[in-house]
Nanobody, 125 residues
Framework: EVQLQASGGGLVQAGGSLRLSCAASGFTFEDYGIGWFRQAPGKEREGVSYIENDDGTTAYADSLEGRFTISNDKAKNTVYLQMNSLKPEDTAVYYC??????????????????WGQGTLVTVSS
């Protein structure tokens, strides 16, 4: 059974940091890329960051201004999203998802095969 378990969300003050984790199981980790998406209340889901687990190729949403860093630990089948300098507008439910790497846009959510349950990040001003 494929599982993506997102964790690490919580309440943090503006300017603070959080590290999200996405633990994967039930598929060959290195055959997939993992994306982080977020959905704020009343807004559409948007792509945040992406990593290809075999070679570590990464991508980020332009709007992040370099504040987030994605990484993986192949031994633990886990992808991390380090979020620094958090802003109230980063408040959202964050989801991780898995897809077979392709040449298509990393943040096309219909290209993903598996989704985790989401973890809530709340940034207070």
């Amino acid at each position: 059974e494929v599982q993506l378990q997102a964790s690490g969300g919580g309440l943090v003050q503006a300017g603070g940091s959080l590290r999200l984790s996405c633990a994967a199981s039930g598929f060959t980790f290195e055959d997939y890329g993992i994306g982080w998406f977020r959905q704020a209340p009343g807004k559409e889901r948007e792509g945040v960051s992406y990593i290809e687990n075999d070679d570590g190729t990464t991508a980020y949403a332009d709007s992040l201004e370099g504040r987030f860093t994605i990484s993986n630990d192949k031994a633990k089948n886990t992808v991390y999203l380090q979020m620094n300098s958090l802003k109230p507008e980063d408040t959202a439910v964050y989801y991780c998802a898995a897809r077979i790497p392709s040449s298509g846009w990393e943040f096309e959510d219909t290209s993903y095969d598996y989704w985790g349950q989401g973890t809530l990040v709340t940034v207070s001003s």
